[in-house]
């Protein structure tokens, strides 16, 4: 801001053009890469198609001051509400698929650009000729137009990388950080991950259309093939990445570094050798710097410690009537039926065990429940409300949580933030200081404190299990799927985590425990429920089930039965 | 309503652009379903391919027999870029990047030696032409649908019969399990990165025989080849070939029907169709 307002001063010094005319081009390069990184950076879906966001805020501007006479400034909320448009209608055909996504999202705005170009070239949008705009009236905002143009290109970089630092800081940004990592994770606890795409992508285009809009009265004449070029799309990405992608002021740091870079070259009678090391400083910075300039700094500093304004113990609310009930569960992929008509009742503050041999299900139930696979068929009922056809975030929120047999944490996020993230997504939903609160209390319990501030990667297996219950717990769930957190586990850690399962018990969540060691199930459970081959084939206290011939058989082959 | 005749051609126009289209996707959907690398220098190579074609074809060699120069000169380049890549084991979305910046670096060398003005190859080929009925058939078109076809079905019987071709999928669909099994992935990933690069190199030629070269329009195939290659299915050699008729032979028609201007805008379209009905098979 203090910066901002000492530049602001700069067009009254007199200065001679030149120096106002780069600093805008600077400004508007820090604008563009700043608005592409808000989606493609944090969320990692990257955007090839930025020329086009960028270009149709250009001819919307264009159209409305040149071809109706408006001012610039009348024209500018069109030339970020068009393009923001534009990204709306793609992003919500795109982001719907769940295969390939980020290389999908890649591809297809690749050939956005020339989709939009081609609009616009064929329509009396342009026609062919280009577009004068030397007639659109400007604001009066400094001696000179040029002035003119590095004030309100000052303004709109500083908002937009303020906009930047805000999304970065925000349970918003939590959840762009999240999507980047592991998607379908940040899904199951809670992200609403197709609406922040959306969100973020119509934010990103919104700035890069705005950016557009002043830049066409800027340069006075617009062509199609200038405006709709790739080599934007390369420069901003370049810049991002040169910056840092995981930083709010990368991208603007990058912009600059990489505006004086150009015009080294294009001032000089090598331009074309400047095309080609352009690319290559482009694959060096993929190759070899893959934080950026800023890559280093780009951790967030945990917010300072409040008190957690939850109480530790979730009141008990009655007990032993049906929490969830699941009827009839069919799942197949491709031929292979998962689940074929699993049935099963979980009851309010039991522990109930959920067992059965290699492929019996169990995991593919615990996919279902969470929303991750819908159900072919039956009926999934939780509190009273049918949840098969609810999306993941939605049934995360109504307060089902779950672990991971393999542990899937965030891994661009450290520990405190990895379980912070459900509370931020909840039932009730928690700014990021009170959510980071909350992550204390869980990473204490969990005996994970100690290493709040690291990346997951820092952590041993044992220690990893332990976050995926930080992270379950952290969103105060009414019923918790714990997915073989014993698997891999040396017997005393084994012990530490019983321990802590039945503390978890105690925090009032009712619990199904999925596990193959027998012990755990027997000292655990107070019900326990087999699977095979997708089908619910006992039910009742875990030494009757135990007994029962038909478990034994699907455990120890037919023979035993 | 344009006449039967002009129909007809425009519709014979559309199969041998829908050729094209699928001899430059070949080489990119086996580098993208088999690889996992988005290669945009593809286009690139293709380009390069096709001015060298025009360079040699200007030397006095014969376009088809430049290939027996280009074609190995551009495995040993496909090679290189997979070493490149495998090396620094970079994901399926920094190839695109990367990739990107080798295609850039491709365009200025090509505009340095050749400049940005438009080139066109003069041979023997571009006079030949027959008539069938009422319709025209040129030999440069005939060529590229024949070589088209020939490359992507045996590509198809390569993969689907021969040992190699399996010991190719099995090292797709899991590489360490592949090479468990004794099967040297590596090598055949360096080999099969070798093979897109040629057949770049061959729709280079192809290109080079049928249009005119200028640095800058290798970014107009992008688009279409893309969706041509995500409509076939991605590591399915027959796919882009299908999917390049497909929407050669619909672009054909929307000249004929509207205006030539519009039909970049048939492949996205088709592709957007395509995303918003089949979303599961994507």
């Known amino acids: ?20 005319s780069f600093m805008y081009l600077l400004f508007s390069w820090a604008v563009l890469a700043t608005s592409w990184n808000i989606l493609s950076g944090y969320s990692g879906y990257f955007s090839f198609g930025h020329a086009a966001f960028f270009g149709a805020g250009v001819y919307t501007t264009a159209v409305l001051g040149s071809k109706l006479g408006w001012s610039l400034l009348w024209t500018l909320p069109f030339a970020a509400a068009v393009p923001s448009l534009l990204g709306l209608v793609l992003g919500s055909i795109i982001f719907r698929v769940r295969a390939l996504r980020g290389e999908l999202f890649a591809v297809l705005t690749l050939a956005v650009t020339f989709v939009v170009a081609t609009i616009v070239l064929n329509t009396p949008i342009d026609g062919g000729p280009g577009v004068m705009l030397s007639a659109v009236p400007l604001p009066r905002l400094a001696p000179s137009p040029s002035g003119t143009f590095y004030l309100m290109a000052l303004a709109l970089a500083t908002v937009t990388v303020w906009i930047a630092y805000a999304v970065h800081r925000s349970r918003f940004g939590t959840g762009l950080f999240a999507i980047h990592d592991d998607e379908e994770v940040a899904e199951v606890m809670g992200v609403p991950t197709y609406r922040f795409k959306l969100a973020a992508f119509a934010l990103s285009c919104a700035l890069a259309g705005l950016a557009g809009g002043i830049h066409g009265v800027f340069v006075s004449y617009v062509t199609v093939s200038e405006i709709f070029s790739h080599w934007i799309a390369l420069y901003v990405i370049l810049m991002a990445a040169l910056g840092g992608t995981r930083h709010w002021l990368g991208p603007a740091v990058g912009a600059a570094a990489v505006t004086v870079l150009l015009y080294a070259f294009t001032a000089s009678d090598y331009a074309i050798a400047g095309k080609a090391f352009t690319g290559l400083v482009f694959i060096l910075v993929i190759l070899f710097l893959p934080g950026g300039l800023l890559g280093r700094f780009a951790q967030r500093k945990p917010l300072p410690r409040v008190a957690s304004t939850v109480p530790a113990v979730a009141p008990r609310t009655g007990g032993g009537e049906p929490l969830l009930v699941v009827r009839d569960v069919a799942k197949a992929f491709k031929g292979v039926q998962a689940l074929a008509g699993v049935a099963l009742e979980v009851r309010r503050g039991e522990i109930l065990g959920l067992v059965g041999p290699n492929g019996s299900g169990k995991s593919t139930l615990i996919n279902v429940v969470s929303g991750h696979y819908r159900a072919d068929a039956g009926s999934i009922v939780f509190e009273g409300r049918e949840l098969s056809d609810e999306a993941p975030h939605r049934i995360a929120r109504a307060g089902i ?27 009730a939903v928690m700014d990021r200081a009170r959510a980071e609160a909350e992550a204390w209390r869980w990473l204490e319990f969990t005996g994970l404190a100690a290493k709040a501030q690291e990346l997951p990667q820092a952590l041993n297996l044992h220690q990893r299990k332990f976050l995926e219950l930080a992270r379950a717990l952290a969103a105060r769930p009414k019923l918790i799927f714990l997915d073989e957190v014993l698997s891999g586990l040396t017997p005393s850690e084994m012990d530490e985590a019983i321990r802590l399962v039945r503390a978890i018990r105690e925090q009032g969540a009712t619990i199904v425990f999925v596990e193959h060691v027998m012990r755990a199930v027997l000292e655990l459970t107070d019900r326990v429920v087999v699977l095979t081959y997708g089908k619910t084939i006992a039910a009742g206290a875990p030494r009757d089930v135990m007994r029962d011939p038909q478990v034994i058989g699907a455990y120890l082959g037919g023979a035993h039965a | 309503m344009p006449s039967a005749a002009l129909l007809g051609q425009s519709l014979l126009a559309g199969i041998f652009a829908g050729a094209l289209y699928g001899l430059l996707g070949l080489g990119l959907t086996l580098a993208w379903g088999m690889l996992r690398q988005i290669n945009l220098a593809h286009f690139a190579l293709v380009f390069l391919g096709a001015y060298l074609t025009y360079q040699l074809s200007a030397a006095g060699f014969d376009p088809l027999v430049t290939l027996a120069i280009i074609a190995p000169a551009f495995f040993v380049l496909g090679i290189a870029l997979h070493a490149l890549l495998a090396r620094f084991k970079v994901n399926p979305l920094n190839t695109l990047l990367i990739t990107f910046g080798f295609t850039v670096m491709l365009e200025s060398l090509i505009q340095w030696i050749w400049s940005a003005d438009y080139r066109r190859l003069d041979s023997h080929y571009a006079g030949v032409k027959w008539k069938i009925g009422q319709l025209f058939v040129t030999l440069p078109e005939l060529l590229t649908l024949g070589i088209a076809c020939a490359l992507a079905l045996a590509t198809w019987a390569l993969l689907r019969y021969t040992d190699l071709g399996r010991a190719l999928r099995a090292t797709a669909e899991d590489a360490p399990m592949a090479a468990a099994f004794g099967v040297n992935h590596k090598l055949l990933a360096l080999l099969l990165s070798g093979a897109c690069a040629s057949f770049a190199a061959v729709a280079g030629t192809c290109l080079a025989l049928s249009y005119t070269l200028a640095p800058s329009q290798m970014y107009a195939w992008i688009g279409v080849v893309f969706a041509v290659v995500m409509i076939g299915g991605l590591g399915n050699p027959l796919g882009p070939l299908v999917a390049g008729l497909v929407i050669g032979v619909s672009e054909a028609l929307t000249m004929a029907l509207t205006a030539p201007a519009w039909a970049p805008l048939v492949s996205f379209s088709l592709l957007i169709a ?5 979303p599961e098979k994507f």
């Open chain 1, 1 to 20: 801001m203090l910066v901002a307002a000492v530049l602001a001063v700069l067009p009254f010094l007199g200065l001679p053009a030149f120096y106002e």
């Open chain 2, 274 to 278: 395509a995303l918003l009905l089949r």
């Open chain 1, 401 to 427: 949580a779950r672990t991971y047999q393999i542990p899937r944490p965030f891994s661009h996020l450290t520990v405190l933030e990895n379980v912070a993230l459900p509370p931020m997504f909840g039932k």
